[in-house]
């Protein structure tokens, strides 16, 4: 193994071990029962076992977890009367609460999802103008460790990584409320149709949960969501990034939003540890990165500050020979933001130069500005609780 990857595995391992300080807490409810959503096939095997039942029953359970969608197992048929109350003695098939759902005027919809421990993220659903479909952006974590200047959520402290059932459970309690269940056999469309892994936090300091979720979100035989309809996307954990893409193989945004080192630095901090170099030298390593499926960079478009023409031919060139699509994002404000947004002409310009070079490089049209569900202006109250152990961290 060369140097510079064994540099990488040690500074993975030092990620991974940050993440285990914010880690959930256990899934199970105050009466001792367990929550079987967000458990792997094999965990949901091993529970199985536990309680003197055969493996197979972890495979109907699946289906009737995450194909039907099903929460009490008093409506899971295939499975007799005697059975059906051994597990409501044992487990609970789980959900997040909605302490509250805004539905914006562009029909937008925006959930406050509240956790056992009291913790509140924000998860939304943005139809598609245009067709039956759309996208759930579902957060990682409660608050952010980073705090990019133009970001509501980095106002927020890190409290911790959510759970693998609490990533899951946004999108499942999503579909309750579109009443979308069960899950697709043949592809028929559904109004949940893709998710954005964009909302609160950052992915991949939180990869373990947020992967095995995704793993469950992917199973053919659940909710069965193929790895071409999820997008993740980070602010640029360059050694994570690899394992994501061996691993996961789903499409990547990466967050980008500054073509030098000396603004990304400022507006995007974590470019001080992992610079731009570094960062698109991950993206050209990305598996898959085809045509058919390109990388996606997202560029926040902040007026006066990273708008100019002569920044949109340096993106241009640093993304040479990446088979990629540039998403420009007029900036959102949130109470207190430091940037205007960028004028619309500016902007069209900037997109003129980009796709000028080959590349798609739609404007993002705001979305749900209106109860503050757009990109970058999600944000809840908690704060983080006193825990030796993270905050020595
Ligand atoms: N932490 C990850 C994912 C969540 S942020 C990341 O940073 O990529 C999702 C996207 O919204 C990112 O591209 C982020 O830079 C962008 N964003 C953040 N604040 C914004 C704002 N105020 N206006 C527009 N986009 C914003
Ligand atoms: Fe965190 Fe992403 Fe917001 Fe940056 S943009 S503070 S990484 S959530």
Redesign the pocket.
Known sequence: MSDASDLTSTERERILAKAALFAPPPATLPDGRRDLVGLSREELEAEMVAIGEKPFRARQLWHWIYHQGETDFARMPTIAKPMQAKLAERFVVGRPEAATVQTSEDTTRKFLFRFRDGQQVETVYIPDLHEDRGAVCISTQVG?TLS?R???TGTQKLVRNLGAAEIVGQFMAARDSYGEWPSPKDGTPRLLSNIVV??M???LYNYENTAKALRIIMDNEGIGLSRRRITL???GVVPMMDRCGEELNVNL?V?L?AVTDELRDEIVPLNRKYPIAELIAACRRYPGASNARRITF?Y?MLRGVNDSEAEARELVRLIKGIPAKVNL?P??P?PG?PYLTSKPDQVRRFAEIVSGAGYSSPIRRPRGRDILA????LKTESERAKRGKADAA
Do not use: L
């Open positions: 952010c990019c133009f970001c509501h964009m909302g936090g950052e992915p996307s980070t602010s945004a967050s939003h997202e926040v994002i900036f959102n949130w933001s757009a990109c970058g202006q």
